[in-house]
């Protein structure tokens, strides 16, 4: 049975300004979403993304995550401690982003960019979607870090004991998600949307593939214990994930079939 590394959350000091390695883990993911997003650009020049489109599209990226994200916690998980408490909402040090809460927040952010600039929406949203998964990972390696988000009691091989919850055996749920959120749907993403795409295609595969790796993840994760189970003995995060995986499945559909048609057109016109 292993035993969480108890790490200390602060990862380091300057006077009374203490750093939390959960802080460094967001500044990471934004970090690695630049240079991604450099690297394509640069070498993927038919794009028509200049570097100084990467700087702007990152700091409206990071108002839509910690913005959305601290909404959607309040509003998803708890919004009745919230509204009686609606100076703690200010308070994110102690905690409490929700994925589906910043996804919201880059949405109406990246609309707000396009229409400043311009731009197609979903152009933009397929550009930025493969530049998401590692940010995503480093997020869940600092809810490791921090020995939060455990998974559920367990007696497998590697189940392990996070002291700060319990003494009982649990799923390293969170190293889970980084390796499925993070590692895996980078990849996928990446390799696919080397080639030109349809307008977004590649949007609708981040919806299915973070929906669908955060659907069963959930399988593992111990349900927030001020929600529990909701209906279908499901949790509060699988229920949101679905929407995500629907709304995937109906924008490939609908591609698809706008492809085939104008496909079809050019073939009656020859």
Do not use: C
Request: charged residues 15%; positive net charge; without cysteine.
């Amino acid at each position: 049975m292993l035993v969480h590394p108890h790490i200390n959350p602060v990862a380091f000091s300057i006077g009374p300004l203490e750093v939390h390695w959960y802080g460094l883990m967001y500044l990471a993911g934004f970090l690695m979403a630049l240079y991604l997003g450099r690297y394509r650009i640069r070498t993927r020049p038919e794009t028509g993304w200049q570097y100084s489109d990467m700087d702007d599209l990152l700091f409206y990226g990071v108002l839509g995550v910690v913005l959305g994200g601290r909404l959607g916690y309040v509003l998803f998980y708890q919004p009745d401690f919230y509204f009686a408490h609606p100076w703690q909402i200010l308070h994110v040090w102690q905690g409490g982003m929700s994925f589906h809460g910043g996804l919201l927040g880059v949405l109406l952010a990246m609309a707000i960019y396009a229409k400043k600039h311009h731009r197609k929406w979903l152009d933009i949203m397929d550009f930025i979607a493969p530049l998401v998964p590692l940010g995503l990972g480093a997020g869940r390696l600092g809810n490791f870090i921090n020995g939060e988000l455990p998974g559920r009691v367990s007696h497998l091989p590697w189940a392990m004991v996070f002291p700060s919850t319990d003494n009982l055996p649990r799923q390293p749920s969170q190293l889970y998600e980084f390796a499925l959120e993070g590692i895996v749907l980078f990849f996928i993403l990446w390799i696919y949307s080397k080639k030109p795409r349809e307008a977004g295609k590649v949007s609708a595969l981040f919806l299915i593939g973070y929906g669908t790796a955060r659907f069963l993840v959930e399988f593992t994760r111990a349900p927030d214990p001020f929600l529990g189970y909701l209906a279908l003995g499901l949790t509060m995060g699988q229920w949101l994930s679905l929407p995500m995986i629907i709304i995937g499945i109906i924008m490939f559909i609908v591609i698809n079939k706008k492809s085939r048609h104008k496909s079809q057109q050019k073939k009656n016109n020859i």
